[in-house]
């Protein structure tokens, strides 16, 4: 009797844990798009994997349907090489930068590595700031 009472306050406790953990304030799930596909006009919050377990540089090309301020921003180990090349510059961003990013203009978003053959998949996180974009500088 003692036995199948401590197993169902122990079922119990396990139902009132599992149902007490997902209370709808989980925030909802950032997109993510591989290096290897284009990603045109995504969402105000989304990231880029790159699986950089070899050496060599990874492109992503990204193009955003209106004029707007981002932030991106390395979401790993800083030792990797981050770079946003538009057609007439090349800009490496050591940890994070808020920069102002022209509509219809491919940006090609580079990882490097640097041989570190440890990391398989690096992620790169970009998030629009509700900030006007003419009057905003640095534009890239």
């Known amino acids: 009797m003692k036995k199948n009472l401590s197993i ?30 284009p990603v045109v006009n995504p969402p105000a919050k989304f990231n880029i994997v790159y699986y950089i377990s070899s050496d060599g540089n990874k492109v992503a090309d990204v193009t955003f349907e ?6 991106i921003e390395k979401l790993g180990d800083s030792r990797v ?17 808020t920069l102002g990013l022209q509509a219809n203009m491919v940006y090609h978003v580079t990882v490097n590595n640097n041989s570190y053959t440890d990391y398989t998949n690096y992620f790169i996180g970009f998030t629009k700031l509700e900030l006007d974009y003419e009057s905003f500088n640095p534009k890239f």
């Not at 306050?9 to 989980?26: K, P, R, V």
């Not at 209106?66 to 932030?71: C, S, T």
Request: charged share 10%; with cysteine.
């Open 66 to 71: 209106q004029n707007a301020v981002w932030i």
């Open 8 to 37: 169902n306050i122990a079922a119990l406790m396990t139902i009132l844990i599992i149902s007490s953990c997902n209370n709808g304030d989980t925030p909802p799930e950032i997109p993510t798009y591989s290096y290897s596909v």
């Open 81 to 97: 090489n981050l770079t946003i090349t538009n057609q007439a510059e090349n800009l490496g961003i050591v940890a994070r930068d």
